[in-house]
């Protein structure tokens, strides 16, 4: 089966359901659930530590899925050292086995700033890259994306420049990572 996006999929069950409207109400409702139930979406938010370059978040990735897309947004002003600050995706803390922080990626966030402003963001897509106003936009490792049994995923921000630090204890990022279960 191609794959369909969660919204897609939604329309295409609740246009197959037939009878009266209440019999469609109810239809739609356990469609909308048998959606949800498929489509995961795990988010983790934490802010920045004055004198600390790194922020590390955690979300957990169910068993029989693979991850979709990962975004990182700003949801609290961040201040900063001058330097470029990413992320890395890893299934331990400071790994890079799904992420690597390393090319275009190491300034996703942000290159050669000291500040990054409340909604600026970086994800796996493309086009939410763009929205968001990322500077890159950091790929997945090849055959890292598929969990037969449940684990956690760490996600590291950072600033890619060793010594460089967070400034103020104001800044706060929020991962979500997006999985399809299988």
Not at 12 to 39: F, P
Not at 60 to 67: E, G, L, M, N, R
Not at 77 to 83: F, G, I, K, P, V
């Amino acid at each position: 089966m191609a794959h369909v996006s969660k919204q897609s999929l939604q329309n295409q069950l609740d246009n197959a359901r037939l009878g009266d409207a209440g019999q469609r109400r109810k239809g739609r409702a356990a469609n909308a659930s048998l959606v949800d139930s498929l489509y995961t979406i795990e988010t983790a938010a934490g802010l920045t530590v004055s004198q600390s370059g790194i922020l590390n978040l955690q979300t957990i990735q169910p068993a029989k899925s693979y991850i979709e897309e990962i975004t990182v947004v700003t949801t609290a002003e961040a201040s900063l050292d001058e330097s470029d600050l990413g992320f890395k995706v890893g299934t331990s803390e400071g790994g890079e086995q799904i992420i690597a922080m390393s090319g275009a990626t190491t300034a996703s966030l942000g290159d050669s700033v000291t500040a990054v402003t409340e909604g600026t963001g970086s994800s796996t897509t493309t086009l939410l890259t763009t929205a968001l106003g990322g500077t890159a936009t950091p790929t997945m490792v090849q055959h890292s994306v598929y969990a037969s049994t449940e684990r956690t995923i760490h996600t590291q921000i950072s600033c890619s420049t060793i010594g460089k630090l967070f400034d103020t204890n104001t800044g706060e990022f929020t991962v979500a990572v997006k999985y399809v279960k299988l």
